[in-house]
């Protein structure tokens, strides 16, 4: 299909005529010089009234101008494009609310979003290669996770902004969820709906887990509450959805506990599935006995829940929206960590 279309416009004689429009024949028709009538398609530097910019734009439509988009890149650097190293997000559920974000701002900048995936075993420097054989404006490296990336010191000046990452050694601006913050805000919603046996079963090995779990004991030691305990979903060191589960154990232990929870808090909204099933066994009624909540927001999963789950859903579409901004800034900030509160989804699990 795309190479049908690439010869009908070629083969097209209108069409055709239109791809042999150049700037000198806009501003030979406008009475302006060259330079004003790229500033005015092109957005270059050049200063005009928006009427001449308005008579130029009008006469390039006129004409059925359209943009050299190869000669433009070899004359500036650089496309109308943006770059995103995906270092496993395209898999991601996640994927759709970043480059929603990223694409709705790169086409309010006259931009285009196109993504690499940065795949096991490759190398990131390889990638990066590939991305800027197409000469894109700027580079974004986003991951399905937040987690630390190690960007050799060579590259980290090609990207121009990390999207739920961390580059590891700070030279490079990074957008993550504020995922102590959203635990403390979680908690403080359970307790203010009268919660007090709090028990967190969570995603161990993981920096999300790591900064939950702070932000949960601290929300807890706040309300000089201690916690009913903090449990690993899964049987490895580091979470993995494959990974064999260790949820349904730990709500039979909880419920067979002296001291059985009015609520628990999921690392995820699979592990809150999971917590689900366990309690439905039980016998145990949502939020009747226990209240459950989680982090994610899988709309598809957690609305759909019975009853729906409460959840804190990431900020990705935020992180997408500012990462573009900051890629297109024309002053660029100096290299620095940003925390994206997550927000609070009220279902009927509390």
Not at 107 to 120: E, L, P
Not at 333 to 345: G, I, Q, S, T, W
Request: neutral net charge; charged residues 20%; glycine residues 8%.
């Amino acid at each position: 299909m795309a190479i049908y279309l690439e010869y009908w416009v070629i083969d097209n004689p209108t069409e055709r005529a239109k791809l042999t429009i150049s700037l000198s024949d806009i501003a030979e028709r406008a009475g302006v010089s060259v330079k004003t009538v790229s500033g005015a398609l092109h957005g270059g530097s050049a200063r005009m009234s928006d009427e001449t910019r308005q008579k130029v734009k009008a006469i390039a439509e006129e004409l059925g101008y359209v943009t050299n988009l190869a000669a433009r890149g070899v004359r500036q650097g650089w496309l109308p494009l943006v770059g995103v190293v995906s270092d496993g997000l395209i898999t991601s559920p996640f994927a759709t609310e970043i480059v929603r974000g990223l694409d709705g701002a790169a086409r309010s900048a006259g931009m285009a979003v196109f993504a690499v995936n940065h795949s096991t075993g490759q190398s990131i420097g390889s990638v990066l290669d590939e991305v800027q054989q197409f000469r894109p404006r700027a580079v974004a490296y986003a991951a399905m996770y937040h987690k630390d990336v190690d960007l050799p010191g060579t590259l980290a000046g090609a990207v121009g902004v990390m999207i739920n990452c961390r580059e590891a050694a700070g030279r490079v601006t990074s957008l993550v969820p504020d995922e102590e913050g959203g635990a403390r805000e979680i908690i403080r919603y359970l307790l203010a709906a009268g919660r007090r046996r709090i028990a967190f079963i969570n995603l161990p090995g993981i920096l999300a887990g790591t900064l939950r779990e702070k932000g949960f004991r601290a929300a807890l030691e706040e309300a000089s509450i201690e916690p009913l305990g903090v449990f690993p979903a899964v049987r490895r060191s580091v979470y993995s959805d494959r990974a064999p589960s260790l949820v349904a154990s730990h709500v039979d232990a909880l419920l067979a506990s002296g001291q059985k929870p009015d609520a628990i808090l999921c690392g995820n909204d699979r592990v809150a599935m999971e917590v689900y099933a366990a309690l439905a066994r039980a016998g145990c009624r949502i939020p009747d006995d226990i209240a459950v909540a989680s982090f994610d927001n899988q709309v598809e999963l957690a609305s759909r829940l019975d009853p729906p789950l409460t959840t804190m859903a990431l900020p990705h579409r935020a992180m997408g929206r500012l990462a573009m901004e900051i890629l297109l800034a024309g002053q660029p900030e100096p290299p620095h960590l940003r925390k994206l509160p997550f927000h609070l989804v009220e279902r009927a699990s509390v």
